[in-house]
């Protein structure tokens, strides 16, 4: 069993076969049960309407799964098909569909507000509502937005371009490939492998955060070969597409793919 807390929310999590999810069950409702009696001995109360539970594995896993709920005294709960977890909605499967769909809905809420007030903004001013209320959101935990598929990367995209074209009043017609180049703005691609690669870096040279640091390192030869001058990372064997997105496995092949002068570099950091 293991935990991470934020400030005043705890979350348990386990991983296991199918096979053992009953077993599992009742050690994640005991230990429920054992912090919900050391929190009334200190005099303070578990807040079971705001607990929520939730399975994550593949389609095919979550279907022979006969587990429905966790059950903590004589309260039930029933495990969530999403949950959101700082800001962030996760959902069974970990596709991040859910996420998109409501990041979209909230952006084009805002571009619709600052498209309506548009002749009372300047340019400068309509770029800082943008960045603020819009590109903010889109960049925030992106990270946790790598593997995505292709419809999912295509919503988010058309809602960078929504927002281009309203800080320069641009129609819909009009091309602004270029103009993403001109004001050094990234496509949604690039920007979830470029702040991929931020978090990357700090974990490779500044060693934070540290539970992420113990899921990658270098790879080491037995022997000294030039090889050892490449900065490559330790490759891991998966079998699905869902490990793939690990940030372990996504790191490998993101770093590996850099050229050689980029992981050699004497500069530990990104502008």
């Keep these: 069993m293991k935990y991470i807390v934020y400030a005043d929310d705890i979350q348990l999590y386990i991983t296991c076969v199918v096979s053992e999810l009953p077993t599992v069950v009742k050690r994640m409702e005991a230990c429920i049960a054992d912090i919900q009696m050391w929190l009334t001995c200190n005099l303070l109360v578990?807040?079971?309407?705001?607990?929520?539970?939730?399975?994550?594995?593949?389609?095919?896993?979550?279907?022979k799964c006969t587990v429905s709920e966790l059950r903590v005294g004589d309260v039930s709960i029933p495990f969530s098909s999403t949950?959101?977890?700082?800001?962030?909605?996760?959902?069974?499967?970990?596709?991040?569909?859910?996420?998109?769909?409501?990041?979209?809905?909230?952006?084009?809420?805002?571009?619709?507000?600052?498209?309506?007030?548009?002749?009372?903004?300047?340019?400068?001013?309509?770029?800082?509502?943008?960045?603020?209320?819009?590109?903010?959101?889109?960049?925030?935990?992106?990270?946790?937005?790598?593997?995505?598929?292709?419809?999912?990367?295509?919503?988010?995209?058309?809602?960078?371009?929504?927002?281009?074209?309203?800080?320069?009043?641009?129609?819909?017609?009009?091309?602004?490939?270029?103009?993403?180049?001109?004001?050094?703005?990234?496509?949604?691609?690039?920007l979830i492998k470029y702040r991929f690669l931020l978090l990357l870096v700090s974990v490779l040279f500044h060693s934070s955060p540290k539970y992420l640091c113990e899921r990658i390192r270098f790879h080491e030869n037995a022997r000294s070969l030039r090889s050892i001058l490449s900065q490559r990372l330790t490759s891991n064997r998966t079998r699905t597409h869902a490990a793939d997105k690990a940030f372990s496995n996504f790191a490998l092949h993101l770093w590996n793919s850099l050229p050689q002068f980029l992981r050699n570099s004497s500069i530990k950091s990104f502008p």
């Design 83 to 190: 949950v959101r977890d700082l800001g962030v909605f996760l959902d069974s499967t970990l596709s991040m569909e859910s996420h998109v769909n409501r990041l979209c809905s909230g952006c084009y809420m805002y571009l619709r507000v600052i498209h309506r007030l548009r002749k009372s903004l300047t340019k400068k001013h309509r770029l800082l509502a943008v960045q603020s209320l819009v590109l903010s959101r889109l960049k925030y935990c992106t990270p946790a937005l790598i593997g995505l598929n292709d419809k999912l990367v295509s919503k988010l995209q058309l809602v960078h371009y929504a927002a281009i074209r309203t800080v320069l009043e641009f129609k819909k017609s009009d091309r602004i490939s270029h103009h993403l180049i001109n004001h050094n703005w990234l496509s949604i691609e690039y």
């Design 46 to 63: 578990l807040n079971l309407k705001k607990t929520e539970a939730m399975l994550f594995g593949t389609r095919q896993q979550l279907e």
